[in-house]
């Protein structure tokens, strides 16, 4: 079974500065979508940004990227000029390409910014 | 609008009371999911279905019941034999499931239930 780890609980950051959010996965196969979603103090969960195994390409939306390292099962998310609404409980996921559409999420990094 | 509602926002239930959230999607999407977020936890998956009147189990189905009889509907119980039913439920959808593409799941504001 594919595991998800995302090893800091909390990360804090100053508003215009970056910061990066850790994520590694456990999988046997070779193709597969990762996902940051992120979830604000509402708990309405948003998708961030997307990934796709096979590209090797890191996807980029506005201030948001990540440091996709396939070998190494590594899918970092990077928030550059963070500013406050940046502030909130972010998860990392994953899907299998084979074993239709569930994913399986990381415990989540909250992410506080301070002014 | 298209969305994902869920209702009611806040749910008391007494214990040993079953009790149903609701969830209703207009993006036409053909695939459904519930999850639990309890604190601390990411989001751990309950129930899905790929497509009307099918469901499977996800990885802590015990002490929950669902329904899928319409596309847009995908109603979930939490029975008495849910011992800690105390968290945040979220209802999510996607589209019809292929494997060639991304399939990201869109999600409703979520229920929280306490048990009294």
């Known amino acids: 079974a594919q595991t998800v780890t995302q090893s800091q609980p909390e990360m804090s950051v100053q508003e215009a500065e970056t910061v990066t959010l850790s994520c590694t996965y456990d999988?046997?196969?070779?193709?597969?979508?990762l996902f940051w979603y992120k979830q604000p103090p509402s708990r309405q969960m948003i998708l961030v940004i997307r990934?796709?195994?096979?590209?090797?390409q890191n996807a980029t939306e506005n201030r948001f990227s990540v440091n996709f390292q396939k070998a190494a099962k590594s899918f970092s998310l990077k928030i550059s000029d963070s500013q406050l609404g940046d502030a909130a409980m972010y998860f990392c996921?994953?899907?299998?390409?084979?074993?239709?559409?569930?994913?399986?999420f990381g415990e989540g990094t909250q992410l506080t910014v301070n002014p | 609008d298209g969305g994902i509602t869920q209702s009611p926002k806040y749910l008391f239930r007494k214990e040993g009371q079953n009790v149903t959230l609701s969830c209703e999607q207009n993006l036409n999407h053909d695939a459904m999911y519930w999850y639990r977020q309890d604190p601390g936890q990411g989001l751990r998956l309950i129930y899905y279905?790929?497509?009307?009147?099918?469901?499977q189990k996800g990885d802590i189905a015990e002490g929950y019941s669902v329904s899928r009889e319409k596309k847009e509907s995908f109603p979930l119980t939490v029975t008495s034999a849910q011992k800690n039913p105390t968290a945040f439920y979220l209802c999510a959808s996607s589209p019809r499931t292929s494997p060639s593409s991304y399939n990201e799941q869109f999600f409703g504001p979520g229920t929280r239930l306490t048990v009294l």
């Open positions: 279905s790929q497509i009307v009147n099918d469901f």
């Open positions: 996921a994953y899907r299998s390409a084979r074993s239709g559409s569930r994913l399986t």
């Open positions: 990934q796709e195994a096979y590209k090797q």
């Open positions: 999988t046997s196969e070779s193709d597969y979508y």
